[in-house]
DNA sequence: CAAGCCAGGTTTAACGTTACACACTCGGGC
DNA sequence: GCCCGAGTGTGTAACGTTAAACCTGGCTTG
């Protein structure tokens, strides 16, 4: 008892018996059982960060951050990839598995809000990205439908009137998708210029080769676009690579502009212009309401963070010589 | 007890109460506490991953694999950010943090073998990368030297006599490097090319922006290289980057070739010519030696694994037209 | 028909921690 | 001289699980 009050630092324990024991400690390398700790606290100390997958360039960047975040607030962090698949996210979000989680922060993509509800069934949440009226928890947002619409509406100011957008998506969760293809939406009927289902397809999955392969078949199709909103980075660099692989320069055949602000978007050629939500602050946030959530248990209200974003113009869109 | 024995499948349970104890176990919503088990089993079910950033696109991908391999084994994985920072290094080792595992996957930077060794102190371990002449653990590596090898002599067999290699590390850790410094000596000594240092700079991060700075120096100096060979492909986006920031061509005034065999060098442009280990092997054969540790005990000999791996010949590296 | 066995089920104890109650000592204060 | 309280330290019990020992009838077996 004694031990375990100098380790936790509690009172009533007198130097000389605090060094005593903590040279003992070191002598024998004791080392406290962190089952044991959570079993008699009812904790884990665990959050999970629930996302499809992590080789995707915006979430490694956000766990990155996220990591840290938790780090500095004395959490740890279990990845789980989802894959997008309904049965996972379920299994997520109930918290299966052989390590236990407090709570979690959960980018839904299979799932609507009324599930995500019922498989939470009270443990603390915080989702990631748009959620309909109300989220069954506290939700971390940008916003999405006016980031779409300046992106769109720079593409349409560069000149550019058969504008594609990539990346609705046939699974249920993705709201984001839908706010993206609104602002888009909105942004086409600012300029006067109609919409065009066929120049909006759809993708199942967030990849470089979906996007090439989206918008390939734009390409090759009868009327091909003269640029392109990609939902986001990966699925933006898919749509550089179709256009060079057909002899097509990037911006003047094809402008594209991307979504995420990630660094590999920074880096590419031409560099890729990309709405850039602010992720540390996201990170930050998330790792915030969930402490908070977690530590002050549920009398709390829902809450909801709207995180700042910024359209960083780069070469992929930039008004051509020519044009 | 009887519960427990349900749960686990155990023996010397009659069809009607396992029955029974089934439905009471979905009625009232009993969950097994795994703190509880792991106390009583004083295992914790959970293994780390620890590595510099996750934000780097090879660990994001071997990331996902190893995620899925864990995850096939029952393993759940902790990832863990040392930044190749040697303090953070040793905490993962010793595997301090309010969440405890079983063992670890390791990628060391800032700690040499024999420093890992001494931390580790028998914890089940298993290392990425070249350790020196024995590891402290099992081992998981690809023949550095012989890839970097590989490489080099092909930008070689392109004509290219100023080939720099971007990526030795100032880190005590990073015998990885050394091995694929070796290998590029090689093969410049195979060629009867003269190996000289200021083509070799060293870096301190395998970033994007770092690639792009090393390499950009290069090209600013006063004798610039015609090939470049990155040791990531990280640092090789950053190497075009800057050639291309320069109004040079690639392949054409600087070729490149990159090291992980990344989805984002396919993607690329040019697409990025790049050595890539047998990722979803490594991935397997870590979890494999990991989990076989964990259970068996150290009563095994140290293993050493190789994967094998493959030089993806891309757009970077083409013969250019007029050379 | 007693002994033995077996399937099915229950009791006990222990994993390491910590909240809480309890015990002890030592200076004052009355 | 007695009591009080502050400052320390110790004992107890409980968190939920499960290996192992232990019951308990029914059934086989010699």
Known sequence: ????????????????????????????????????????????????????????????????????????????????????DGELERRALAGYGPTPTDGLVFFPQALVADEVAAQAAGRPLVLLGEQGDRGPGDVVIVDNEGAAREAVAHLLALGRRRVAAVGESPAA?????????AGYRAALEEAGVPFE???????????????????????????????????NDMLAVGAVHAARERGLRVPEDLAVVGFDGTDEARYC???????APDKRGIAREAMR???????????????????????????????????
């Open 1 to 84: 008892m004694t031990v375990s009050n100098v380790v936790r630092g509690a009172p009533n324990v007198s130097d000389a018996t605090r060094q005593r024991v903590l040279e003992t400690i070191e002598r024998i390398g004791y080392v406290p059982n962190s089952s044991a700790r959570n079993l008699r606290a009812g904790r884990s100390g665990a959050v999970s960060f629930a996302i499809p997958t992590i080789d995707n360039s915006y979430f490694a960047e956000l766990a990155r951050l996220l990591l840290d975040e938790a780090a500095a607030l004395g959490w740890t962090v279990l990845i789980e990839q989802t894959k997008g």
């Open 173 to 181: 969760g993705t709201e984001n998708s839908h706010r993206r293809i």
């Open 197 to 231: 289902p066929a120049l909006a397809p759809r993708v199942d999955h967030y990849t470089r080769a979906e996007g090439a392969e989206a918008v390939g078949a734009l390409l090759d199709g009868p009327a091909p676009p003269d640029a392109v909103f990609a939902f």
């Open 269 to 275: 050629n031409p560099p890729l212009t990309t709405v």
């Open 289 to 323: 309401l969930l402490n908070e959530r977690i530590t002050r248990g549920d009398d709390l209200p829902y809450r909801t963070v709207r995180m700042g974003h910024e359209l960083l113009v780069r070469g992929s869109s930039l008004a051509a010589a020519g044009s």
